[in-house]
């Protein structure tokens, strides 16, 4: 039972455009959500990340949106760039509480950017 | 090379070998993280160390996984009796601290195969 559901495996988009990849969780006892970016043979690299008391953080031209009522987040990317070709995983954690603060991932969308 | 350092980078083996993953933390991060990611899947949690404490092992698939970490500092992951399903790429990662704003620094991973 997939807790994060990254629900699209690609995504194509132009280059100059905005990129939209979307990420959906079922577990209401996440409270901190992270994207990372990971380019071929290389390990995933953080990339924004917000915490459940707030609905967007913005960083340069990354922006991540959080609906908890929805229990979805987004990240958007303005403008897009060829170097933001990558696999995008959304991430998961509970900040407090017992257990390993492991992340929680999901499946990943493979952004491809068009010149 | 201040980063997370993995190795070997590749690593194929036959069907009922033991093998082992090493992994080197960036110095001073206290906690310390094992995935995997399988094919077409997103990372899935292992095992995470946090200092000098016990090991939270809630993710191992099986008692043919077993992990160290020695000295606070390398980690070493075991896997017994190989199975083709263990080919996946293994992740290690790192971060200051337990809290789930600490960042988690990943290494480019260990590709395992199993024939």
């Known amino acids: 039972d997939q807790q994060v559901k990254q629900n699209s495996p690609s995504l194509s988009v132009q280059e100059g455009r905005i990129s939209i990849l979307n990420c959906d969780y079922t577990n209401s006892m996440f409270d901190y959500f992270l994207w990372y970016k990971k380019y071929p043979a290389e390990g995933p690299t953080f990339l924004i990340s917000i915490s459940s008391i707030k609905d967007k953080n913005e960083d340069g031209r990354f922006t991540v949106f959080l609906n908890k009522s929805a229990k979805h987040l987004s990240l958007h990317i303005v403008p897009s760039q060829p170097g933001d070709s990558a696999v995008y995983f959304c991430?998961?954690?509970?900040?407090?509480?017992?257990?390993?603060?492991?992340?929680?991932f999901g499946k990943g969308t493979h952004l491809i950017i068009q010149p | 090379g201040a980063g997370v350092s993995q190795s070997p980078s590749n690593k194929v083996t036959e069907k009922g070998k033991d093998v082992e993953l090493r992994c080197d933390p960036i110095?001073?991060?206290?906690?310390l993280y094992w995935y995997r990611q399988s094919l077409g899947q997103g990372l899935e949690f292992l095992i995470y160390?946090?200092?000098?404490?016990?090991?939270?092992k809630s993710g191992l698939p099986s008692d043919r996984f077993s992990a160290e970490r020695t000295g606070g500092s390398v980690s070493t992951l075991t896997i017994q009796r190989t199975q083709q399903e263990d080919s996946a790429v293994y992740l290690c990662?790192?971060?200051?601290?337990?809290?789930?704003?600490?960042?988690?620094?990943f290494g480019a991973g260990t590709r395992l195969s199993v024939l």
């Open positions: 990662a790192s971060s200051p601290g337990r809290r789930a704003k600490n960042i988690q620094y």
């Open positions: 110095s001073g991060h206290t906690a």
């Open positions: 160390f946090q200092g000098n404490s016990a090991p939270d």
């Open positions: 991430a998961a954690s509970f900040s407090s509480g017992g257990g390993a603060d492991g992340l929680t």
